[in-house]
């Protein structure tokens, strides 16, 4: 195992919920981290997705960004 850092994943894995997935323990980016990673990009069809997950967050009561 390589032990450079690859400063692109770093933030992710800050932004992630651990969940256990078929016996085995998984990391998935959160609704948040999505949102910064989305507005980090800037594309038109990422923007578009910001609704979306603004609205998860609400259905799950997640606060407000």
Not at 19 to 38: D, N, Y
């Amino acid at each position: 195992r390589s032990s450079v850092v690859d400063t692109r994943i770093t933030p992710a894995r800050s932004s992630s919920e651990n969940l256990e997935l078929f016996g085995c323990s998984i990391a998935i980016l959160s609704l948040e981290g999505l949102a910064r990673s989305k507005r980090a990009a800037g594309r038109a069809k990422d923007l578009l997705d910001l609704a979306t997950i603004a609205a998860l967050q609400a259905e799950r009561g997640d606060p407000s960004p």
